[in-house]
């Protein structure tokens, strides 16, 4: 059922059930009024007509009967019946039919009450103890309450269809009240069912973006928005890539073609094919970075995790360093290491950390001079390793930027790259809950530093 039709029927149920409490609370006092006032007239009028009989002398039973019957107060079949001490009648209307038929019992009972109400014959009845100078009488008077049993019934219908109209016009008006404030959220649904991966750029309406409708149509345009900035990144990444792929190929070919163009000597054969190979190295770093990077952003990824002591890991990052790099000088330097070895441990992958290590390690000499840098480790509550050299700087605008794949500064394109060794090394670090600082001057140097949290 729909949430339109769900909130219109409980709308109409609540609004029902008020409104029956409220109809039937209004029939019963109004009924038992009615009944309180016919009682009264009653009690009334057998007073009064005993007081005629019995204390005025000139009125006897067939005068009592005459002003009986034209009284303007006359109930409907009403009948007075008198009874003295011995249970005798000793008045009742003749022409009202036969005269009521009263039991001892309710004689008796009625003596007792002084007062009694009862029904009888399908009639309301008012049975009193009239005590007289010498004597006491019961007094019987009963009636129908014509008028007012049909002014109940005639509440009665007007409550029962106004209920039932209400009801109706509540169902009607709920339903159209609920389309109503359901409205943006038809819209919304509308809206997003033409949102595809082509056209991520389209927005839902957020209304007044106050209510909870307007917030959860901001809340999906926020993400909509998150959604835009992955894919145009992914996009931008595969473009980079393929661009980045394609380079070294082109001088493959290229070289290539203008070989097989003449004939050569060996030693120029040797030198192309050096030159070959040198694209093709380029090339394999480049699909390895690539195939790393999407291995820390697959998030199926299995990063087969183990403890790695991060001193080690330094020691066998530099040798593995050097050894493609001979001309490189990396320095490591310990800085009051603790005891506890499990405060230089790291719960992680030691393939990837190398990989991170290696990337920050290779930038430092790469983009200095004397091609040396310094890596520094401290462990206190976090592990922090930090890289400081001395080269050409990163610009203070570019900082925000070159953990962005592909992006290299300007001063940096003397030297080979793909700028794709800071953001993978930032991705690494990010997934083993680590962070990665940068600060540097252009001219001066660079520091980068590596905070990662030991397994203690
Ligand atoms: P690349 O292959 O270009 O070195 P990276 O992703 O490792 O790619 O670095 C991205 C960019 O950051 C570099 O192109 C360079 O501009 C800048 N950079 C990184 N490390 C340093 C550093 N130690 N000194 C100066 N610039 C650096």
Redesign the pocket.
């Known amino acids: 059922m729909k949430i339109r039709t769900r909130l219109a029927i409980r709308f109409a149920l609540i609004v029902g059930t008020i409104l029956l409490l409220f109809t039937s609370s209004i029939y019963y006092f109004a009924s038992r009024y009615r009944e309180n006032q016919f009682r009264t007239r009653l009690y009334n009028k057998a007073i009064t007509t005993t007081r005629l009989l019995l204390e005025v002398e000139e009125v006897d039973k067939k005068l009592l009967d005459i002003i009986e019957r034209n009284t303007v107060n006359a109930l409907f079949s009403e009948k007075i019946s008198v009874y003295n001490f011995r249970n005798e009648r000793i008045y009742h209307q003749e022409e009202s039919g036969p005269p009521l038929n009263i039991s001892t019992d309710m004689l008796n009972k009625i003596r007792l009450e002084k007062d009694y109400r009862f029904g009888i014959d399908g009639q309301e009845a008012v049975g009193i103890l009239f005590e007289a100078d010498f004597d006491r009488f019961v007094v019987i008077a009963a009636a129908t309450d014509e008028l007012g049993l049909t002014q109940l019934e005639y509440l009665r219908v007007i409550l029962v269809s106004g209920l039932l109209v209400s009801v109706v016009i509540t169902l009607i008006s709920g339903w159209m009240f609920a389309r109503e404030m359901l409205a943006p959220i038809s819209n919304v649904i509308a809206r997003v069912e033409n949102i595809t991966a082509s056209n991520l750029s389209l927005r839902v309406d957020e209304g007044n973006k106050q209510d909870e409708i307007a917030l959860l149509a901001v809340t999906f345009n926020g993400m909509l928005g998150r959604l835009e900035a992955a894919f145009e990144m992914q996009k931008r990444f595969v473009a980079n890539s393929s661009h980045e792929l394609r380079t070294p190929l082109t001088a493959i070919t290229g070289q290539i073609e203008v070989t097989l163009l003449s004939r050569r000597t060996v030693e120029e054969y040797e030198q192309i094919l050096r030159s070959i190979l040198d694209d093709i190295r380029n090339l394999t770093r480049l699909t390895n970075g690539l195939l790393t990077m999407a291995q820390v952003s697959s998030e199926t990824s299995d990063p087969k995790l183990r403890n790695v002591r991060i001193d080690e890991l330094l020691w066998q990052t530099r040798d593995d360093l050097l050894k493609v790099h001979p001309d490189y000088s990396v320095n490591i330097f310990f800085e009051n290491l603790p005891d506890d070895e499990s405060k230089l441990t790291v719960h992680g992958n030691e393939q990837l950390l190398r990989t991170a290590l290696i990337?920050i390690m290779d930038?430092?000499c790469?983009?200095s001079n004397d091609r040396r840098v310094n890596v520094y480790l401290e462990a206190h509550s976090l592990i922090r390793i930090t890289c400081i050299?001395k080269?050409?700087?990163?610009p203070a605008e570019?900082i925000a930027k070159?953990l962005q794949p592909f992006?290299?500064?300007d001063?940096?394109r003397s030297?080979p790259?793909?700028?794709?060794?800071?953001?993978l090394a930032h991705k690494i670090i990010q997934l083993h809950h680590g962070k990665l600082h940068i600060s540097?001057q252009p001219g001066k140097g660079?520091a980068?530093t590596v905070e990662l949290p030991p397994i203690a």
């Open positions: 990337n930038n430092g790469k983009y050299d080269g050409i700087g990163i570019d070159i992006y290299r500064s001063n940096a030297q790259g793909h700028g794709l060794g800071l953001p540097s660079t980068i």
